[in-house]
């Protein structure tokens, strides 16, 4: 009887070394992938912030032109009025 118990336990630790040599290289490779799509998103965030910067800053000047134009128009109106 102990010798059919040592021969099952034999085989079920043969087992077992395989697949924990699997989920090993499993969890590696999950790691890799997990910061390779980390150092992804932050460049992604970056420019991402560079664009929103710059569209900002369009938006500053183009309100700038704006205004530069109403005073125009204003002037241009208050001129006509006189």
Known sequence: MSEIL?????IVCSA????????????????KLE??????MA????????????IKEEMRKLSNEVSELKRLVER????EMR
């Open 43 to 54: 460049g992604l965030r970056e420019r991402f912030n560079h664009e929103i910067c710059e």
């Open 35 to 40: 910061e390779r799509l980390n150092r992804e």
């Open 16 to 31: 077992l070394i395989p697949l924990a040599l699997f989920v090993a290289k499993l969890a590696d490779r999950m790691g």
């Open 76 to 79: 241009l109106l208050g001129g």
């Open 6 to 10: 040592v021969v099952l336990i034999t």
